[in-house]
C-alpha cells in the first residue's frame, strides 16, 4: 500500500505537525488526516510505502519496524535532511477549490 501525505492540505504549524503526524505513525492503519491525499493499492500487502510532500520536495521510504518507532516518536520531520517550513498558509483555499469541483462534477 502506498500513502501519499502533502502537507500543503494543512496550515498546521510544524510543531503541530510533528506531534500529529507522530501519532499517525503510531497507528498508521485506519486513521485519516488532512494531509493524506491518496491511498494506493501497490499489491505489496505486507509493506506500507510513503510519500510525504512539503516545501516543494518529496520524502519516500517504506515503513520498517525502526523507522516506525522514529516516526512514532518525532514525526515525519525525522526523516527530513531539509529544515521544513515551520507555518503553512493557503490549506484553506485550497479545501475550498476542491469543494468547488466535487460539487460540480458530473451527475451531481
Known amino acids: 500500500m502506498k500513502i501519499i501525505m502533502d502537507r500543503g492540505y494543512c496550515d ?13 505513525f503510531q497507528k498508521p492503519l485506519g486513521t485519516d488526516r488532512p494531509c493524506i491525499v491518496d491511498i494506493i493499492d501497490d499489491g505489496k500487502e505486507d509493506m506500507l510505502h510513503f510519500e510525504v ?3 516543494g520536495r518529496v520524502l519516500e521510504f517504506d515503513l520498517t519496524e525502526d523507522l516506525q518507532e522514529g516516526l512514532a516518536m518525532e514525526g515525519w520531520e525525522f526523516l ?6 515551520l ?6 483555499d485550497r479545501w475550498r477549490e476542491l469543494a468547488k469541483l466535487e460539487h460540480n462534477a458530473p451527475g451531481k
Open 53 to 55: 510532500r512539503t516545501d
Open 80 to 85: 527530513a535532511n531539509f529544515d521544513p517550513a
Open 12 to 24: 498546521a504549524a510544524l510543531t503541530f505537525c510533528a506531534r500529529c503526524s507522530a501519532a499517525f
Open 87 to 92: 507555518f503553512r498558509h493557503g490549506a484553506a
